[in-house]
């Protein structure tokens, strides 16, 4: 059973730093798609980030030039490198990898940007 486990979550001020990371284990096979989403208080869930496993990227409008979505295939590792954080970047940053009609989903890693 393959699983997602993020790291790197934690308190930062407004305008600092963080890198996420999600580690795959076991066995994904014919990755489609990696993506980093987020979910505030109250709110639903939302995309942030993508990588196709063509290389083409895409980001929601808010992140832009701040967040940079990568992968390490010798590690089966993704990354969030998150620039200029906002409080507005508040949220749970769960992983997801499509593969074919599957999906997995990290179990979530808490970012809050205090002002």
């Known amino acids: 059973q393959a699983q997602l486990v993020e790291s790197g979550g934690g308190l930062v001020q407004a305008g600092g730093s963080l890198r996420l990371s999600c580690a795959a284990s076991?066995?994904?096979?014919?990755?489609?798609?990696m993506a980093w989403y987020r979910q505030a208080p109250g709110k639903q869930r939302e995309l942030v980030a993508a990588l196709t496993s063509g290389g083409n990227t895409n980001y929601v409008d808010s992140v832009k030039g701040r967040f940079t979505i990568s992968r390490d295939n010798a590690k089966n590792t993704i990354y969030l490198q998150m620039n200029s954080l906002k409080p507005e970047d508040t949220g749970v940053y769960y992983c997801?990898?499509?593969?074919?009609?599957?999906?997995?989903w990290g179990q979530g890693t808490q970012v809050t940007v205090s002002s």
């Open positions: 997801n990898v499509l593969s074919g009609f599957l999906t997995y």
């Open positions: 076991g066995s994904i096979f014919s990755i489609n798609r």
